[in-house]
């Protein structure tokens, strides 16, 4: 018979370096959209900075690196599909399936 337990957890998600977020910066501060990303970016981070002084964790920061990173690499795919003139005009609104918000 086994010991292990019967419901485990997912490992978590290893932090990001400590230059991330500085790093991350730089990239926002050199793309196209810098003008509206950067400001956007210092709004999460500063908002993240309060939590974790406020929780003593760190965690809402290294989502903040993390959801970045994420816009950064996926943008290059984003603007393609944009410049590409794919017509999505046959979609479905999504409050028609599943109903308007309250």
Do not use: C, N
């Not at 998600?13 to 050199?30: G, S």
């Not at 993390?66 to 005009?89: C, H, I, K, M, N």
């Amino acid at each position: 018979m086994s010991s292990q337990p019967l419901h485990q957890h997912p490992a978590p998600l290893p932090a990001p370096a400590p230059a991330a977020a500085a790093k991350l910066r730089v990239r926002i501060a050199a793309h196209a959209a810098a003008d509206r990303w950067l400001p956007a970016f210092e709004r999460d981070w500063g908002a993240a900075i309060e939590e974790s002084r406020a929780t003593f964790d760190l965690t809402a920061l290294h989502e903040v690196v993390r959801e970045w990173q994420g816009r950064l690499d996926t943008a290059p795919a984003v603007e393609a599909f944009t410049a590409s003139g794919y017509e999505d005009t046959d979609s479905v609104a999504l409050e028609d399936i599943i109903g308007a918000r309250r």
